[in-house]
C-alpha cells in the first residue's frame, strides 16, 4: 500500500519570504501522480499543483513550484512571495495511474500546517 | 467555491438518530468520494462512486450507508453511530478513472458531532 508523510506539523514564514513544505511517498508503481492540496482555516480544500511521475519537468503554479525527486520518492511544494491568504493546512496526496487496482484512491499525507506572519 | 457542495454544514445527532448528509456537484463530474477527516489523521476514502456505481468500500461499518442516485449527486445515510465518527466528512468529485483530468474537487464538509 502507498503511504505519504509529511514530516513538518507546522511552519511559519513572514510575509513575501519563501517557504518548502516536504513530503515522501512509497510506492512501487512507476507512474502514478502527486498532487498538494490546500485547505484553510474553516474553507473548502482545494487543488494547488499536480504532477505526473512520467514527466522530469517540475511543475509550476505562478507562485507554486515543486522539487520532485522520483528516485528519492520526494514531493517538496515551495511557496514564493508567502501572502496572508497562503496560510491553511497543506496535504500531499498521490494517487495510482488508472486502471492500477486502487486507482480512484487518494492517498494523504497528515498535512503541514502553515502560518504566515505579517 | 470549486463546484461541489454539501449540506448540512454542522450536524450534531445522537446515537440512536437516523440522519443523511448529502452532496452535489454541478461539475459535470461522473465518479464522486466520501472522505473522513478526523484531527490528526490523514483524510480516510471511504467509498468511491463511479458512473452510479460503488467501486471502492474501505472497509467502513455498516452503520454508514452510501447512495448515489445520479452522477451529480451523493448521500451518506447515518444510523446509530459513534462518538469516534465525530469528524469532518468531506466529499468530492472527478472524471472516471481514465480521464486524462482527474483532479477531484472537495466541497466544503460537513462538521459531524455524535453525542
Known amino acids: 500500500a502507498q503511504t505519504v508523510t509529511q514530516s513538518q506539523p507546522e511552519m511559519s514564514v513572514q510575509e513575501a519570504e519563501t517557504v518548502t513544505l516536504s513530503c515522501t511517498y512509497d510506492?512501487?508503481?512507476?507512474?502514478?501522480?502527486l498532487f498538494w492540496y490546500k485547505q484553510p482555516p474553516s474553507r473548502q480544500m482545494i487543488l494547488v499543483i499536480r504532477?505526473?511521475?512520467?514527466?522530469?519537468q517540475n511543475a509550476t503554479e505562478n507562485r507554486f513550484s515543486v522539487n520532485f525527486q522520483k528516485a528519492a520518492k520526494s514531493f517538496s511544494l515551495k511557496i514564493s512571495d508567502s501572502q496572508l491568504g497562503d496560510t491553511a493546512m497543506y496535504f500531499c496526496?498521490?494517487?495510482?495511474?488508472?486502471?492500477?487496482?486502487?486507482?480512484?484512491?487518494?492517498?494523504f499525507g497528515k498535512g503541514t500546517k502553515l502560518s504566515v506572519i505579517p | 467555491e470549486t463546484g461541489v457542495t454539501q449540506t448540512p454544514r454542522h450536524l450534531v445527532m445522537g446515537m440512536t438518530n437516523k440522519k443523511s448528509l448529502k452532496c452535489e456537484q454541478h461539475?459535470?463530474?461522473?465518479?464522486m468520494y466520501w472522505y473522513k477527516q478526523s484531527a490528526k489523521k490523514p483524510l480516510e476514502l471511504m467509498f468511491v462512486?463511479?458512473?452510479?456505481?460503488?467501486?471502492e468500500n474501505n472497509s467502513v461499518p455498516s452503520r454508514f450507508s452510501p447512495e448515489c442516485p445520479n452522477s451529480s449527486h451523493l448521500f451518506l445515510h447515518l444510523h446509530t453511530l459513534q462518538p469516534e465518527d465525530s469528524a469532518l466528512y468531506l466529499c468530492?468529485?472527478?472524471?472516471?478513472?481514465?480521464?486524462?483530468?482527474?483532479?477531484?474537487?472537495f466541497g466544503p464538509g460537513t462538521r459531524l458531532t455524535v453525542t
Open positions: 461539475l459535470g463530474h461522473n465518479a
Open positions: 496526496a498521490f494517487m495510482n495511474p488508472p486502471f492500477v487496482a486502487g486507482s480512484y484512491q487518494l492517498t
Open positions: 510506492t512501487s508503481e512507476n507512474n502514478y501522480y
Open positions: 462512486y463511479s458512473l452510479e456505481e460503488r467501486v
Open positions: 504532477q505526473e511521475a512520467y514527466k522530469q
Open positions: 468530492a468529485s472527478s472524471q472516471a478513472t481514465g480521464s486524462i483530468n482527474y483532479e477531484q474537487y
